[in-house]
């Protein structure tokens, strides 16, 4: 159908971006969670916001797929994909290293 690969993209930038800064707040407020915890609680947003995203696409591809219509386009192009990964493997090692170490 579309190449809706950097939408997805941007979504995911835009929503752990509102994850990391406003969601942090909120989630304070809510929960006020104790200090042992504060380091860990960005990035888990972050992560969250980021996944709820990839599963509103999925959900998007799914239904297409249900009503027999063509399903959105979410190939990585192939030179993004050697970046990507080693991104995401930078991405968890910080993940990690601020939930566990800090």
Wanted: charged share 10%.
């Amino acid at each position: 159908m579309r190449k809706a690969f950097w939408v997805v993209v941007v979504a995911m930038v835009v929503a752990g971006a509102l994850a990391g800064t406003i969601g942090e707040g909120l989630f304070e407020q809510r929960f006020q969670s104790g200090p042992g915890y504060q380091h860990g609680a960005r990035p888990s947003l972050i992560v969250c916001a980021v996944t709820f995203v990839a599963f509103l696409a999925a959900i998007v591809n799914a239904s297409l797929v249900s009503a027999g219509r063509v399903t959105l386009n979410l190939a990585i192009p192939d030179p993004l994909q050697p970046w990507l990964r080693a991104g995401l493997a930078i991405a968890f090692g910080v993940l990690i290293g601020t939930t566990i170490f800090v």
